[in-house]
């Protein structure tokens, strides 16, 4: 009985804990709405240490499950698993890189006869007004080959791709050292992040933390593996039945593309279907093709999609929508990679909080 009159002298009144709880919890709030607009205002080099902290946390408990059971260093599996990931990409990049380029020399030496097959593919030898002007497909790749040299041939333009294609390729370089950094000191990285959260709230932030980490690892790797799957898929479709031309790109375009939703999947069946056309022989071909994308998509989104990501990561069609517009307004492309994994992170602190608060009535 002593000691607990003892407690109830040292415990605060019930005002003064809720103004303080009011308190900490306004600066949370304040200093969550400061690192959004920070994250903001430096958007545009977010995207090497986003690519680089996803891979980082896909592969970090591979390397956590090595070291653990072999005893040997960690940076060594570390190490191990970057490499692995740069020959990956460079054999990646070796299987599109040449048809890339020959397609582009391609185009870039006869773009306007490019240009006017693809316009009769869909207009055909047809004419039409367009401001009392009569417009055909010559004259629209005209103007488009037209547009496209005084573009390059602008100082300023040229300047321009240039300081884009260095950016490009500094952004790529960060990007690996990034991984590097990450994979090797993930531990520390993570602790770091922890205590960057105030003591009161790191209870509260653990519990959410426990919940989302295996829906967002799955997530990944279940990104990861629908971007295989529909590579290999494409392939099969593009190249053995429907016999396009630069299969291997087209396919790899068609899987890397699955990582932006509604936007990805469009432009990769958009991308796909020009080629398609410009090789269609006949009325069939056009159909084969249809049936090849319909096929893709309904495989993707109704079996293998489910399959891999499962049902906790399932966010509403109508949400997902919002959060990629949304993502792509403010953040770009790294809105577009971060906009489900945010709002299921909404979503799982959402469901502690008022978990805590059901719990708590009084």
């Given amino acids: 009985m002593k000691n607990q009159l003892d407690d109830n002298r040292r415990a605060p009144p019930a005002g003064i804990r809720d103004r303080e709880e009011l308190r900490s919890s306004a600066t ?59 020959a990956l990409a460079a054999v990646l990049v070796f299987l599109g890189w040449r048809p890339l380029l020959h397609e582009v020399a391609r185009t870039a030496a006869d773009l306007q006869g490019r240009v006017e097959l693809l316009v009769r593919q869909f207009i055909g ?11 055909d497909a010559a004259q629209i790749a005209t103007s488009v080959s037209d547009g496209v040299r005084d573009w390059f041939s602008a100082r300023g333009s040229m300047l321009q791709a240039l300081v884009y294609s260095f950016a490009g390729l500094f952004a790529i370089i960060l990007s690996w050292v990034l991984l590097g950094y990450f994979l090797i000191d993930a531990p520390r990285i993570s602790e770091g992040l922890f205590w960057l959260v105030p003591p009161h709230h790191r209870p509260f932030v653990h519990r959410v933390w426990n919940d989302l980490n295996p829906i967002l690892r799955r997530y ?19 190249g053995f039945f429907l016999h396009l031309h630069h299969a291997v790109l087209l396919a790899l375009l068609t899987g890397i593309l699955e990582v932006l939703p509604i936007f990805g999947p469009f432009a990769s069946a958009v ?33 293998f999609g489910p399959i891999v990501l499962g049902k906790a990561a399932y966010v509403r069609p109508v949400l997902v929508i919002f959060c990629f517009l949304a993502g792509a307004i403010l953040f770009g492309i790294v809105g577009i990679v ?25």
């Fill in 28 to 86: 949370v709030i304040g200093v969550v709405i400061a690192l959004a607009i920070f994250v903001y205002l430096v958007r545009d080099i977010l995207f090497p240490f986003v690519f680089a902290g996803i891979l980082a946390y896909v592969c970090t408990p591979l390397v956590d499950w090595l070291t653990a059971r072999t005893h040997w260093p960690r940076w060594l599996f570390a190490v191990g698993a970057l490499v692995a990931l740069m």
């Fill in 220 to 238: 990944f790797v279940g990104v990861a593996l629908v971007v295989a799957y529909a590579s290999i898929f494409a392939y099969i479709g593009l």
């Fill in 271 to 303: 991308i796909a279907g020009l080629v398609a056309v410009r090789q269609a022989a006949g009325a069939w071909n056009i159909i084969a093709y249809v049936i090849y994308a319909v096929l893709l998509r309904v495989s993707i989104d109704e079996f």
């Fill in 338 to 362: 971060l906009a489900i994994p945010v709002a299921l992170t909404i979503k799982m602190s959402l469901y502690e909080l008022y978990k805590e608060h059901d719990s708590n009535p009084g």
């Fill in 125 to 135: 030898d047809s004419t039409f007004k367009l401001l009392g002007q009569t417009i």
